[in-house]
Nanobody, 121 residues
Framework: QVQLVESGGGLVQAGGSLRLSCAASVSGRIFAIGTMAWYRQAPGKQRELVAG???????NYADSVKGRFIISRDNAKNTVYLQMNGLKPEDTAVYYC?????????????WGQGTQVTVSS
């Protein structure tokens, strides 16, 4: 069983900062967590990739957040973070954690339940 639990969302004024966390809980002793990522979905819009990070630490970002958001991970804690600075009202969305997890020779794509981020102008 794989569970992703997000935390850190909330309400912030434009220009402010928030830090999201996502901890992966995986049953079994032998598993591997590959790429972890943050997606977001605003009302009436499709879910979009915000940032991703491989198990080796390589990162990629959506153009809209480059220079403002930083993704990182702690492999020992199976946790991925998203530091969001210079927040804008257009960053308002539900943010979802995503992880690729391999267990018992089977690889799956898993999602967290989402955390709301609201940026007021």
């Amino acid at each position: 069983q794989v569970q992703l639990v997000e935390s850190g969302g909330g309400l912030v004024q434009a220009g402010g900062s928030l830090r999201l966390s996502c901890a992966a809980s995986v049953s079994g002793r032998i598993f591997a967590i590959g790429t972890m990522a943050w997606y977001r979905q605003a009302p009436g819009k499709q879910r979009e990739l915000v940032a991703g990070i491989t198990s080796g630490g390589s990162t990629n970002y959506a153009d809209s957040v480059k220079g403002r958001f930083i993704i990182s991970r702690d492999n020992a804690k199976n946790t991925v973070y998203l530091q969001m600075n210079g927040l804008k009202p257009e960053d308002t969305a539900v943010y979802y954690c995503n992880a690729i997890v391999t267990r018992s020779l089977s690889t799956g794509n898993y999602w967290g339940q989402g955390t709301q981020v609201t940026v007021s102008s």
